[in-house]
Nanobody
Framework: VQLQASGGGLVQPGGSLRLSCTAS????????MGWYRRAPGKERELVAV???????IYHDSVKGRFTISRDDAKNTVILQMNSLKPEDTAVYYC?????????????WGQGTQVTVSS
């Protein structure tokens, strides 16, 4: 299974970007899909997750600004990012989770750069 992310780029503070991630197979519809990011010199952190039931979890720093959604018919997870700040600058990675029995397996996209700068 491969995850293909797109939509990153350079944007001014206060601007918006929309990240999209599509899986090559329909294997995540019952499980979590999400977005993580890694800023220079920092650890990877969770940005937003949407469960198979449609529940959403956000990092405190993006609440009210970012919205995660999914379209299982298209094997896609979307991250709409509004009111972007320079501190949102990072490489963003999409993630999908599968379980083989009780063993969790994480799948990762290739990463897409988001740069917020004037």
């Amino acid at each position: 299974v491969q995850l293909q992310a797109s939509g990153g780029g350079l944007v001014q503070p206060g601007g918006s970007l929309r990240l999209s991630c599509t899986a090559s197979e329909n294997v995540f519809s019952s499980n979590d899909m999400g977005w993580y990011r890694r800023a220079p010199g920092k650890e990877r952190e969770l940005v937003a997750v949407i469960t198979g039931e449609g529940n959403m979890i956000y990092h405190d720093s993006v609440k009210g600004r970012f919205t995660i959604s999914r379209d299982d018919a298209k094997n896609t997870v979307i991250l709409q990012m509004n009111s972007l700040k320079p501190e949102d600058t990072a490489v963003y990675y999409c993630n999908g989770v599968r379980f083989h029995g009780t063993r969790r397996v994480d799948y990762w996209g290739q990463g897409t750069q988001v740069t917020v700068s004037s």
